[in-house]
């Protein structure tokens, strides 16, 4: 029998004991950056806009005017006539005097006030919401989206991983060196 056919058995033992060793070591190193390309979004950006102005108001008449024109005009028509004429009279004198009464009080000062209005108004406002970054590890180029610019060198996660035996084995085994996957790339702490 083949001696090298015989060892077949204790290879695949010795490959597939050090396998799990072997997934589970990994390493960090560092990708040099090419370029970090910023992803713009459009987002809206509701806003209270509040304008001030002021108001004029003028502060309405007391009334004291109309009172003592009615009184004064209802004293001088009492003075007029007599019988059912006097209580016309004084009628008219009450009405005519408050009216009288009501123009000669003086106008108030006009008083201004502040006046305050808002409105919702909707901006749009350009905001990074990614970052498009070409690295390079290894001679070969990759790409990967960020939520951050991780500036020149980025943290990639090595993890070596070991090539598919053949199925049928005619020749000597020859044990395959451990393959190294593409980069997996660490969140920048």
Same mark, same amino acid.
């Given at each position: 029998?083949?001696?090298?056919?015989?060892?077949?058995?204790?290879?695949?033992?010795?490959?597939?004991?050090?396998?799990p060793?072997?997934?589970?070591?990994?390493?960090?190193?560092?990708?040099?950056?090419?370029?970090?390309?910023?992803?713009?979004?459009?987002?809206?950006?509701?806003?209270?806009?509040?304008?001030?102005?002021?108001?004029?108001?003028?502060?309405?008449?007391?009334?004291?005017?109309?009172?003592?024109?009615?009184?004064?005009?209802?004293?001088?028509?009492?003075?007029?006539?007599?019988?059912?004429?006097?209580a016309?009279?004084?009628?008219?004198?009450?009405?005519?005097?408050?009216?009288?009464?009501?123009?000669?009080?003086?106008?108030?000062?006009?008083?201004?006030?502040?006046?305050?209005?808002?409105?919702?108004?909707?901006?749009?406002?350009n905001?990074?919401?990614?970052?498009?970054?070409?690295?390079?590890?290894?001679?070969?180029?990759?790409?990967?989206?960020?939520?951050?610019?991780?500036?020149?060198?980025?943290?990639?996660?090595?993890?070596?991983?070991?090539?598919a %035996? /053949? $199925?049928? !084995?005619? *020749? +000597?085994? &020859? @044990? %395959? /060196? $451990?393959? !190294?996957? *593409? +980069?997996? &790339? @660490? %969140? /920048? $702490?």
């Open positions: 029998m083949n001696p090298t056919l015989t060892r077949l058995p204790l290879y695949a033992a010795l490959l597939l004991g050090f396998a060793m072997l997934s589970q070591a990994q390493s960090q190193e560092m990708a040099r950056v090419i370029s970090s390309t910023p992803v713009v979004t459009q987002v809206a950006a509701p806003q209270q806009v509040c304008t001030q102005s002021q108001i004029i108001t003028a502060a309405p008449k007391s009334g004291a005017g109309a009172l003592i024109g009615a009184v004064a005009g209802g004293a001088i028509g009492s003075t007029i006539g007599g019988g059912s004429g006097r016309l009279a004084t009628a008219v004198g009450v009405i005519g005097g408050a009216m009288a009464g009501d123009s000669m009080e003086s106008s108030p000062v006009p008083v201004y006030q502040p006046m305050t209005s808002c409105t919702q108004q909707v901006s749009y406002e905001r990074v919401t990614a970052y498009n970054v070409v690295y390079e590890y290894a001679g070969k180029q990759y790409s990967i989206q960020l939520p951050n610019d991780p500036g020149p060198y980025l943290p990639v996660r090595i993890s070596p991983s070991i090539a %035996a /053949p $199925a049928a !084995v005619t *020749a +000597p085994p &020859v @044990v %395959a /060196p $451990a393959v !190294v996957s *593409a +980069p997996v &790339v @660490v %969140a /920048p $702490a």
